[in-house]
């Protein structure tokens, strides 16, 4: 489960089908590695969770590469950062790597959970379309 935080890991897939959807076809891995100053092994590692959602089609060999399949608007930030991190564990306590779940909570609680929710709920709202820097003309 993930807390609420981004990796690296999730910048990177988030940063890789922006570049794809800028350029559309397909980019050939090694290309896209340099582009986003990646190696092409932690791309691939980044890519993995959105290969498997369908989202971005991988096609293995010299000749391979990777292609945007679903359009930015049709996928929200927090879905990207759901596939990559994991389902977000909203019962995780703040302070502590435990959950918050039964007594002992702590003080910044509700606020939290409140502020959290606001959180999702516009990461949920927002398509990686609004993310995508503008096109050139």
Same mark, same amino acid.
């Given at each position: !489960?993930?807390?609420?935080?981004?990796?690296?890991?999730?910048? #990177?897939? =988030?940063?890789?089908?922006?570049?794809?959807?800028?350029?559309?076809?397909?980019?050939? +891995?090694? &290309?896209? +590695?340099? &582009? #986003?100053? !990646?190696? $092409?092994?932690?791309?691939? *590692?980044?890519? !993995?969770? /959105?290969?498997?959602?369908?989202?971005?089609?991988?096609?293995? @060999?010299?000749? @391979?590469?990777?292609?945007?399949? =679903? $359009?930015? &608007?049709?996928?929200?930030?927090?879905?990207?950062?759901?596939? /990559?991190?994991? *389902? !977000?564990?909203? =019962?995780?306590?703040?302070?502590?790597?435990?959950?918050?779940?039964?007594?002992?909570?702590?003080?910044?609680?509700?606020?939290? /959970? *409140? +502020?959290?929710?606001?959180?999702?709920?516009?990461?949920?709202? =927002?398509?990686?379309?609004?993310?995508?820097?503008?096109?050139?003309?």
């Amino acid at each position: !489960t993930m807390r609420l935080e981004v990796t690296r890991r999730c910048d #990177l897939a =988030t940063r890789a089908m922006l570049a794809l959807a800028a350029t559309g076809g397909r980019r050939k +891995a090694g &290309e896209l +590695a340099v &582009e #986003l100053d !990646t190696s $092409p092994g932690f791309l691939s *590692q980044a890519m !993995t969770p /959105v290969v498997n959602r369908g989202w971005v089609r991988s096609e293995p @060999g010299r000749l @391979g590469g990777y292609t945007a399949v =679903t $359009p930015l &608007e049709e996928l929200s930030v927090l879905d990207v950062v759901e596939a /990559v991190e994991g *389902q !977000t564990d909203v =019962t995780r306590c703040v302070l502590e790597d435990r959950s918050c779940a039964g007594g002992g909570r702590c003080a910044l609680h509700d606020a939290w /959970v *409140q +502020a959290r929710g606001q959180l999702l709920r516009d990461l949920a709202e =927002t398509p990686l379309s609004a993310i995508a820097p503008p096109r050139a003309p």
